[in-house]
């Protein structure tokens, strides 16, 4: 690497970081990453400023710039050993003002407010490292908290924003960044809208804020391998498409966090076979393909109208080309093995039906061009007596999905309280069988039962543990009663015979 580390000029991120460098090693330690000074400082004034992303050798807080730092180690070849310094960098908390606004300033980032200027609802919530300043609301690496009502401000309201609230801000995407108001709610789209202030032409713009570390990490630990289990992802990424609105970028981070190399090139390979050329029909023009689905970072501008469109549909042939990379070599056989379970409820069941169609046929379950198909197997392979009850319906062949549902349902809560109805049932009997019983036999003394009653169905009442009887007194048994006369025999006599 040529020379070592210099010392960093105080006041610079650089030294910010290594002055709380406990704090730092404690966010690294956090993702099982183990970190020195040394390496931090070496990295940052000789590694990372030759990347070509515009790094200073000073470190900065920008967010676009440590992304384009983070994206490079984690690519390919990429810098493994740079991940963990580079991913602590990003989630260090903020400097104080004067520090993040000297950083900022060089990649022309406004500094935001004045020091005796207050923004409402942007309070850093947690263990205060460095003394507490005036949040920047331009700062893209200030963490934020959730929006609060402003109380006593003397802003004008801002138009509400379509997105839910976030902890994070973002820096405009693209040149404009002038318009984002201070008491503006935040939100969680890496692409989201920002209100302007009053006097301009009053249209919303895109801000970038990235997909968080612990976003990425517990997505790919909470959910399946795609070869498992497809589905999973697949729903998970139309759910962060539609709300989180991702960039171009933000698709090959997600792409390379969440699937295989293999599987990711099946998934842009059956993407690029899904472009169509104006006239609808699938298109084989390899120019045609880059400029639908590019497989490098496009030039589009969400901010306009033609960027957004490029977006979206972009996402959309995403989306398809995960559902056709999900699809396995078609099996009906494979549909057939799908049966109810003794206790499974009729949703899941059906969802399981719909996952088999989906890995192992082309038929869309969910398209009611296919539903006689779905509901004959639906109603083939249900529980016996759900089964039976579906089958007695008239014309049951012609019946959607959901009315089919409202029976199984039915049948199934049924099945419970028939259960709950036998039990009951077989309690009472129990009960009433133990009723007839007649009471223990007494045990006598020495562990010894004592008597049983004479004869059969007598009325007398049991003998008392030391009852005698004989006499039916107590202190003794009938061996040892006194009132017992015993039968004796003669002492035998020996007698002589003797001669006269």
């Known amino acids: 690497m040529g020379q070592g580390p210099s010392s960093p000029t105080p006041g610079t991120p650089l030294s910010v970081v290594l002055q709380n460098f406990k704090q730092f090693r404690r966010i690294a330690k ?4 183990q970190v020195t000074k040394e390496n931090l400082s070496t990295f940052c004034q000789q590694e990372w400023p030759t990347f070509g992303v515009g790094w200073p050798p000073e470190g900065t807080f920008d967010v676009t710039i440590t992304g384009r730092v983070r994206k490079i180690a984690y690519g390919t070849p990429g810098h493994p050993d740079q991940i963990p310094y580079i991913t602590a960098w990003i989630d260090f908390k903020s400097p104080p003002k004067p520090l993040r606004v000297q950083a900022l300033s060089k990649v022309g980032v406004h500094s935001g407010p004045t020091s005796g200027q207050k923004v409402p609802g942007t309070t850093q919530v947690g263990a205060k490292v460095l003394p507490p300043s005036n949040p920047d609301p331009l700062d893209p690496a200030e963490p934020r908290p959730p929006p609060y009502p402003v109380q006593g401000s003397s802003h004008p309201s801002a138009p509400p924003l379509t997105s839910p609230p976030h902890t994070r801000t973002g820096t405009p995407y693209g040149s404009s960044r002038s318009g984002f108001s201070p008491d503006s709610t935040v939100s969680a789209f890496p692409l989201r809208q920002v209100p302007t202030t009053p006097g301009e032409s009053g ?19 909470q959910n399946p391998s795609f070869s498992d289990k497809p589905q999973s992802l697949i729903s998970l990424l139309e759910t962060v498409f539609y709300t989180h609105q991702p960039t171009w970028d933000d698709c090959q981070q997600l792409l390379r966090v969440l ?4 599987e990711r090139d099946k998934i842009i390979l059956e993407a690029r076979k899904r472009v169509v050329d104006p006239d609808g ?13 590019p497989e490098s970072r ?3 501008d969400p901010n306009s109208d033609r960027g957004r469109e490029a977006l979206d549909r972009y996402r959309q042939l995403l989306l398809g080309g995960l559902r056709a990379a999900a699809r396995k ?25 719909y996952e088999a169609y989906r890995t192992y046929t082309p038929i869309d379950p969910e398209d009611p061009n296919n539903r006689r198909a779905v509901v004959i ?15 007695k319906l008239d014309g049951f062949e012609g019946k959607t999905l959901t009315e089919l549902m409202e029976v199984a349902k039915r049948v199934y809560d049924s099945r419970e309280e028939l259960q709950e109805k036998q039990a009951r049932s077989m309690t009472r009997a129990v009960v009433a069988a133990l009723a007839q019983i007649p009471g223990d036999r007494q045990s006598g003394k020495g562990g010894r039962p004592g008597p049983r009653p004479q004869g059969r169905n007598t009325g007398r009442p049991p003998l008392g543990r030391d009852q005698c009887a004989y006499c039916k007194a ?17 002492e035998p006599v020996l007698t002589l015979d003797m001669d006269d």
Request: with cysteine; glycine share 4%; net charge positive.
């Open 377 to 391: 197997d639906f109603v083939s392979n249900s529980a016996p007596d759900i089964r039976r009850k579906l089958q």
């Open 281 to 293: 029909h699938p298109s084989t023009d390899p120019g045609r393909r880059n400029h639908v689905f």
């Open 329 to 353: 070599p078609t099996n009906m056989s494979k549909v057939s093995e799908i049966r109810q379970g003794k206790s499974e409820s009729p949703a899941a069941y059906l969802e399981r039906l």
């Open 203 to 221: 249209r919303p713009f895109m801000v970038y804020v990235p997909f968080s570390t612990s976003d990425l990490y517990n997505w790919k630990q």
């Open 30 to 33: 956090g993702y099982g990453f």
């Open 474 to 490: 107590t202190g003794h048994w009938k061996s040892e009663c006194p009132n017992r006369q015993r039968k004796t025999k003669p």
């Open 298 to 300: 496009p030039d589009w």
């Open 259 to 262: 699937f295989t190399t293999e």
